[in-house]
């Protein structure tokens, strides 16, 4: 997604918006209201460090490099880490392994999901709009749908009833097609 | 522990287009941006605990008020034209109109939001109503606090007026380019005759309407006439500035306006000039006019393509933000000073 201008502008007038403390509704030298709320980590420098070394003997040192002094442990596997390795995910703090092995498991680091059911509910009305093309596309639409159901889900909440209702639409034109082809194999024999 | 559907809630507020859907969740460290597309979403993580400032501002509401009156303008017009020739099926018709621009008008945008995190500042598309904005901001605030070591107000107030150091070295901003002359920004300014043009043409769409609901039509000549002003209004000057002054929504207003408010002119001027030989007309082409001239749908239709074409021209030449900003005083920013 597009970042923005910093929202320290107005997006009228570009001019700086100025700050009331407590997130008091103030107004742009535009006449155009603005409020800011701002909160402590706008205070918070990152960490560029790479690691001091380990002065003096018996300091823990980090998992990865022996001579660097831990300053944390991994909060999913306990092993120790310098300032190099820690890696903070959101309130925990992590070891590169662990971020890498999160990576396949959790939806932590999901990006984007793809919607089968959307696919299934649009082949399936589709195809159920243009009849001709649903000898082809039922099936497509029975296919999605099945994937929706198998495939990783979307994070936020949301029903299954798009997939069950493609795949009851695009069952029902399969079903009128076997039945079409059927009538007109009875009508040939008879 | 990875998170789980049932642990998003859904904040207030959303943004619809017609292949995307911007929506805003509560997550248990961070907030979930949703951009949903036809066939796939795309999520954003902002964590509590990295969000540095959520700043939201309203849309100016000059614009809105102009569009207001102009629908109440053309609304009021074709109540009047309604009530005195009593057409019933219009009336219902305006009904239509009138509520889809109410709908419209309640879920009108009026106002943007932000996130800023050290990473940078991203929009937050779902929160562009100022009531649904204020209320999840009020919830992402909430938790914001809660993950934030907290700072007494006074000693943020001392912080913000002292910028924080960047965090990587940062060279010397180029020059500042030289500013344009003043001749040259008012004749990139387009002129105050399109706006003249499509005030004429809204009053022409009203006129249009009234005698088309309002039979024996009278007065031919009106029309012909209003067409040609606003033509003259409009092509003098696009003459002059040149199509490339102004941008995008009003040109193609005022070129689709011209072509469209043209051939209608053509027409009317037609009919105008045969009106007056009528007499020497014979029988069937005498019967065809009068078929054209009571068919009551095809003149409304016409008024309402007219008074699209008026509002459609003056939002977009009243409407547009103009861009500016002077930049005299010394503002105060987020960090107390203008360091961006």
């Known amino acids: 997604m597009k970042l923005q201008p910093p929202p320290t502008h107005c997006h009228v007038c570009l001019a700086t918006i100025p700050y009331a ?48 002094r831990a300053v944390a ?113 009875m009508k040939a024999r008879s | 522990m990875p998170p789980t559907r049932s642990e998003y809630k859904r904040l207030p507020g959303g943004r619809s287009r017609l292949f995307r859907r911007d929506r805003l969740y509560l997550g248990p460290d961070h907030v979930l941006l949703v951009r949903s597309l036809s066939f796939s979403e795309e999520y954003r993580r902002f964590y509590y605990s990295d969000i540095q400032a959520l700043v939201s501002q309203e849309r100016p509401t000059r614009s809105r008020r102009i569009a207001d009156w102009i629908a109440i303008g053309v609304a009021a017009a074709a109540v009047i034209a309604l009530f005195s020739t009593n057409h019933p099926v219009w009336g219902s018709l305006l009904n239509i109109v009138a509520a889809a621009y109410a709908w419209l008008a309640l879920r009108r945008e009026d106002c943007k939001s932000w996130v800023q995190t050290a990473v940078g500042t991203a929009e937050l598309p779902s929160l562009c109503r100022a009531r649904s904005a204020r209320r999840a901001i009020a919830l992402i605030d909430e938790r914001a606090r809660a993950a934030q070591t907290p700072l007494p107000p006074e000693e943020l107030a001392r912080a913000l007026e002292t910028p924080p150091p960047l965090p990587f070295q940062t060279t010397a901003s180029p020059p500042a380019p030289p500013a344009l002359p003043l001749a040259a920004e008012a ?25 088309a609901l309002s039979l024996p039509r009278s007065f031919p000549w009106v029309m012909p006439v209003g067409y040609l002003v606003f033509l003259a209004l409009m092509i003098v000057p696009l003459l002059r500035q040149g199509i490339r002054n102004i941008r995008g929504s009003r040109a193609a207003a005022v070129l689709t306006s011209i072509v469209i408010a043209g051939s209608m002119g053509t027409y009317a001027l037609s009919w105008a000039t045969s009106a007056t030989s009528r007499a020497t007309q014979d029988a069937n082409t005498r019967k065809i006019y009068a078929m054209l001239e009571t068919a009551t749908p095809l003149h409304v239709g016409m008024a309402v393509v007219l008074l699209l074409l008026a509002i459609w021209g003056l939002m977009a030449f009243l409407m547009a933000e103009e861009p500016g900003g002077g930049t005299s005083g010394t503002p105060l920013t987020l960090f107390g000073s203008d360091r961006l």
């Open chain 2, 187 to 211: 004749s990139r300014r387009p002129s105050r005759l399109y706006v003249a043009g499509f005030a004429i043409l809204l009053a022409l769409g009203v006129f249009k309407m009234y005698t």
């Open chain 1, 21 to 68: 403390p407590g997130g008091a509704l103030v107004a742009c030298r535009c006449g155009v209201a603005a409020r800011a709320l701002v909160y402590p980590a706008i205070f918070r420098l990152r960490s560029e460090s790479a690691g001091e070394l380990i002065q003096t003997e018996g300091e823990a040192a980090c998992f990865a490099h022996e001579d660097k």
């Open chain 1, 73 to 185: 442990a991994c909060d999913s596997c306990g092993r120790f880490v310098c300032a190099l390795c820690r890696i903070e995910w959101g309130s925990r703090v992590l070891c590169p392994a662990c971020v890498n092995a999160a990576e396949k498991r959790t939806d932590l680091l999901v990006r984007s999901r793809t919607l089968y059911d959307n696919m299934a509910l649009v082949t399936a009305i589709g195809s159920a709009i243009i009849f001709t093309l649903s000898l082809f596309a039922a099936p497509v639409a029975i296919y999605l749908a099945i994937r929706a159901f198998k495939a990783p889900r979307s994070l936020v909440p949301r029903t299954m009833m798009r997939a069950w209702f493609a795949l009851g639409l695009g069952l029902m034109e399969v079903g009128g097609w076997v039945w079409l082809l059927v009538f007109l194999v």
